[in-house]
């Protein structure tokens, strides 16, 4: 069916409208939201017309279906930490109003800056999963991204626009280099990256202190113990104040960089011959390898990208924020990118959200822990009681089930006197 | 040279080694109860952080390690609970149950923390650890050499020596042992029989819960007085690649957990001797490199359980 021209231009005029309104928002210009709702109904308008009258109410009821799960999980999951909230005596009404002004209004600049890394590694996760395969450590290919960053940083003299790109590349080759280890096990001896790549994370993570140590961290001659030098300035990557001037002063364009990574992603699992065969691989195995798909190289090749991804994570950390290796090696981007991805259902673009689910509630359990005394890990149990409930899809069949024996009972009751 | 040898492997160098592998030995067993009933089972890094933080809460509230041990065994059997519900009943991914159950043990134990000691990091020490009922067995105790290391230990060690050579009898002479390893190779074949898969799987699941439970209890409260966050540090994970490396086997795995045990100890000794002039990281490194080379070398050797990991329901036949 082709489109006719009113509803090409709809959506022509609704990406136009939509893609700065949504550069407006992460960078906390809260007005840009009517420009992002409004290209929505743009959109809506669109599919409306190119659907017509039955289709498109079957599209929304499909749509409203679909949100159902996703909607109710996350509720549900809150309402089980406001018990636990109540039941070891903290105010849940007051919590979470902190949780949710601090996360979207307040601190909504810090909900943007957690996102930015997680939906590198998040990303990263979901790759691996396309193919099968879990990568549990991206926490250490993080790191590696930011040694890598931060060593060049302190080092490479040159023009921005070559520095940066030349350290992002770098880092992804030090990820895809440290995946690799995993990647060859995993073919030539079958041993299972679950294992390898927790490992390889912890080994990473131990050995970290040295390298910190080793570019200005230590203590016997520094006065910040625990941190590498400052990275050139030259290198960090442009802040959102340079054309926005009301942005956050921290708020950098990495935010950007991991947008167009997810639309990248999806490019190549959805659009190329390797994403196909890594689809394929990670569906069927067998059935990849009797279509002449080498398994084995598809393997390596996505744990290599996939290695990739959650070390440009680090890069990105390290030129936007943190301009230089902490030695807090405790950040959890490896485990939190696994529920974003698992959330995510391994869908690179549904990924943006999930972080920024995540980004939300991290900033905001920050700021609720400062305001009302309410310990942030509360954020933690509510987060994992989120993907328990949104990942057991059996939970709402088995209700289902119950709410329709339960019906069935009341309507046959007497008349049959069968039990259910 | 041989000077330094001789300081480096003492009898005590063998005792430590006994006593570090006590935490990888349990998870291990837990890894091979779960895997051979066919439950891949990541979660146990996360047990086992629930089990310590549980066995440092008990032995604080009552005053008595014992009650500490029971506690943390009990928490480790709460908590493999919800992965049994989520691996078995509600038929999620293994992997997938227990990457979200390592997340959850995260942010439990962090909330206790504070809701039960007020702060964060570190809980206060309890008086009595489990290090005060150290029992020399009389004789045994005397042989040289592998006696003190063996026979001279603190409880839950030797509950991690029995705990494996029980298993591999049950595995060998019980019916239950026969129908967690059909549950393992060919759950229709053990359903057929009429015997509930689910059930086994829920049985094999809460005694690892209990293994690791007392591995978390030997972190707080045997080895420390006191829990740490995050003070598991991926034994949970060595543990499962100890089960590997020892074949899914109760002795082949303690066995591999000896070694993890020695690598630890050797660690330990060589760093507090100093003779070699290295920083300490490099040494720290020395568990996780060599969890790799052993999943990497002895993957080959010996053959997974058949159905392991594999999501089990009658309509299904098994797959």
């Known amino acids: ?420 | 040279m041989s000077r330094l040898l001789a300081d480096l492997f003492t009898p005590q160098l063998l005792g430590a080694t006994v006593r570090l592998a006590a935490p990888v030995s349990l998870g291990a067993l837990a890894s091979v109860v779960c895997e051979r009933s066919g439950v891949t089972n990541i979660a146990m890094e996360g047990v086992m952080l629930v089990g310590a933080f549980c066995a440092a809460w008990a032995a604080w509230l009552t005053g008595s390690p014992w009650l500490g041990l029971l506690g943390g065994a009990a928490g480790g059997v709460l908590f493999s609970l919800l992965f049994a519900w989520a691996a078995v009943s509600l038929h999620m991914n293994h992997v997938v149950a227990g990457a979200i159950m390592n997340i959850l043990s995260f942010g439990i134990t962090r909330y206790l923390m504070v809701v039960v000691y007020g702060h964060q990091g570190t809980s206060p020490s309890i008086a009595h650890s489990l290090q005060d009922y150290r029992l020399a067995i009389p004789f045994l105790s005397r042989v040289p050499f592998i006696g003190p290391a063996l026979f001279d230990q603190t409880p839950i060690v030797y509950l991690s020596l029995l705990a494996a050579v029980l298993w591999a009898w049950i595995y060998a002479r019980t019916r239950l042992g026969l129908s967690m390893i059909a549950s393992g190779e060919h759950p229709m074949a053990l359903e057929t029989l009429g015997r509930s898969v689910l059930r086994v799987r829920y049985t094999a699941i809460l005694l690892a819960g209990v293994l690791c439970g007392a591995a978390g209890a030997f972190l707080s409260i045997e080895n420390a007085d006191s829990f740490t966050e995050g003070m598991t540090g991926g034994r949970g994970f060595i543990a499962l690649a100890a089960n590997i490396a020892g074949g899914w086997r109760p002795v082949g795995a303690l066995l591999a957990s000896l070694f993890f045990g020695f690598v630890d100890a050797f660690q330990l000794r060589a760093q507090s001797l100093g003779i070699i002039r290295l920083p300490s990281e490099v040494f720290l490194v020395f568990p996780y490199v060599a969890t790799i080379l052993a999943v990497a070398g002895f993957v080959r050797k010996s053959r997974p359980p058949a159905a392991v990991g594999k999501d089990f329901t009658v309509e299904g036949n098994g797959e």
């Not at chain 1, 136009?16 to 308008?45: K, N, Q, R, T």
């Not at chain 1, 987060?383 to 024996?405: D, N």
Request: hydrophobic share 55%.
């Open chain 1, 1 to 420: 069916m082709k489109l006719s021209p009113a509803p090409r231009i709809l959506v022509i005029a609704a990406i136009a409208l939509g893609a700065p309104a949504a550069l407006l928002c992460l960078a906390s210009y809260f007005w840009g939201l009517w420009f992002l709702l409004l290209s929505l109904v743009l959109i809506v308008i669109e599919r409306r017309l190119s659907l017509g009258a039955q289709a498109f109410t079957a599209a929304v009821r499909r749509a409203l279906a679909r949100a159902a799960i996703p909607v109710g999980g996350i509720a549900s999951a809150l309402l089980f930490g406001a018990l636990i909230m109540a039941l070891t005596g903290y105010d849940p009404i007051v919590s979470y109003k902190a949780l949710f002004y601090g996360g979207l209004v307040r601190n909504w600049n810090v909900s943007v800056l957690n996102a930015t890394p997680l939906i590198f590694t998040g990303l990263a996760v979901a790759f691996a999963f396309q193919g099968g395969l879990f990568n549990i450590g991206a926490e250490g290919q993080y790191y590696i991204g930011v040694m890598a960053a931060t060593w060049l940083g302190l080092r490479l003299d040159l023009p921005p626009l070559v520095a940066i790109p030349v350290i992002y590349a770098a880092g992804a080759a030090m990820g895809a280099a440290l995946n690799g280890i995993p990647a060859l096990l995993k073919v030539r001896t079958g041993a299972h990256e679950v294992i390898t790549t927790m490992m390889c994370a912890y080994a990473v993570r131990t050995l970290a202190p040295m390298f910190i140590r080793a570019n200005g961290g230590d203590p016997a001659v520094t006065t910040h113990p625990g941190a590498t030098d400052q990275v050139s300035q030259q290198v960090w990557l442009p802040l959102f104040k340079d054309f926005l001037p009301a942005a956050n002063y921290r708020l950098h364009i990495g935010i950007i960089i991991a947008i167009a990574c997810a639309f990248l992603v999806r490019f190549i699992l959805m659009k190329t011959s390797l994403g196909y065969k890594i689809r394929a691989v990670g569906h069927n195995k067998v059935a990849a390898r009797t279509a002449g798909i080498s398994v084995g190289k598809i393997t390596v090749a996505s744990l290599l990208i996939s290695g990739m991804l959650a070390a440009l994570s680090g890069v990105t950390q390290d030129l936007g924020l943190d301009h230089r290796m902490f030695q807090d090696l405790n950040a959890g981007y490896g485990w939190n990118g696994i529920s974003i991805a698992l959330l995510a259902r391994n869908n690179p673009l549904l990924i943006i959200f999930t972080a920024l689910l995540w980004g939300v509630l991290d900033a905001g359990g920050q700021f609720m822990a400062r305001t009302a005394q309410t310990p942030n890990a509360i954020i933690e149990i509510v987060k994992g009681t989120v993907l328990f409930l949104l990942l057991a899809e059996v939970i709402y069949e088995k209700i289902g089930g119950w709410l329709g024996r339960l019906l069935l009972r009341r309507f046959t009751r007497g008349r049959t006197g069968a039990d259910a």
